[in-house]
């Protein structure tokens, strides 16, 4: 089965201009998390989603930060407008709620993240 | 509010030798799951390991155990007979049981870096 899918994996741009970081979660997966990664704060939980549907933002920086998931297939991470501070490696993770205890305390899957750098 | 602390930002093993990776944590939740992942410096995040809180016995994947003592929240990672390709970060991270008015968001340490020395 394929994993969770990230994309772009590196990404190089110019402060000012629009990066969009796009994530395929794996099938039957219903919950996703965007996860930013830096040296200085470690991993920080951006947003996540249950069923499509944004649950809790509040990890996300700024208004410049938007994210979407407009179905259970795709979501997008969009920065805009970038800044130098916004360079991190931005990781996708998806996972399944069964419903049941043990199994409802599962594993989190990562994509292998998208690299990104602010010139 | 769940937390998860790990004091080693680095340590050093010999090749074939084990090696403790210490983690703790801090929930008022009922019900839990501790997982520990590996960082290689490729970047991806790999999952080793799952224990869950109402579990008797530790869990242990290969050459990877965890040692979760639940009176002392503490979920240790040990690594048998390292090898070089240990070499990475590892994070110990935790999620509660929504059913039990637990928090699913998951929770992550700062990680520690593991350097395996031939």
């Known amino acids: 089965d394929a994993g969770v899918i990230q994309s772009p994996r590196h990404e190089v741009t110019e402060m000012g201009q629009e990066v969009t970081l796009r994530c395929k979660p794996i099938?039957?997966?219903?919950?996703l998390f965007w996860y930013r990664q830096t040296m200085m704060r470690g991993l920080e939980l951006l947003i996540y989603?249950?069923?499509?549907?944004?649950?809790?933002d509040s990890g996300m920086p700024e208004d410049r930060f938007s994210a979407k998931m407009p179905n259970a297939s795709f979501s997008t991470l969009k920065i805009q407008p970038s800044e130098p501070r916004d360079s991190a490696v931005y990781f996708c993770a998806s996972s399944r709620f069964t419903g049941t205890g043990r199994a409802n305390t599962g594993e989190l899957f990562f994509g292998e993240g998208s690299r990104l750098t602010v010139l | 509010a769940q937390k998860i602390t790990q004091t080693q930002p680095g340590m050093f093993v010999q090749e074939k030798e084990a090696v403790t990776l210490d983690c703790t944590y801090d929930?008022?939740?009922?019900?839990?799951?501790l997982f520990w992942y590996k960082q290689p410096s490729s970047g991806e995040m790999i999952f080793l390991i799952y224990q869950g809180s109402y579990d008797q016995q530790n869990a242990t994947e290969g050459r990877y155990s965890l040692n979760f003592q639940k009176a002392r929240k503490s979920a240790n990672l040990v690594i048998s007979a390292s090898q070089l390709g240990d070499s990475a970060m590892y994070f110990c991270?935790?999620?509660?049981?929504?059913?039990?008015?637990?928090?699913?968001?998951?929770?992550f340490g700062r990680g520690t870096s593991l350097i395996v020395h031939p």
């Open positions: 989603f249950n069923n499509n549907v944004p649950i809790d």
């Open positions: 929930t008022s939740d009922p019900s839990y799951g």
């Open positions: 099938s039957g997966h219903d919950y």
């Open positions: 991270a935790m999620r509660g049981e929504p059913q039990s008015g637990g928090s699913y968001i998951p929770t």
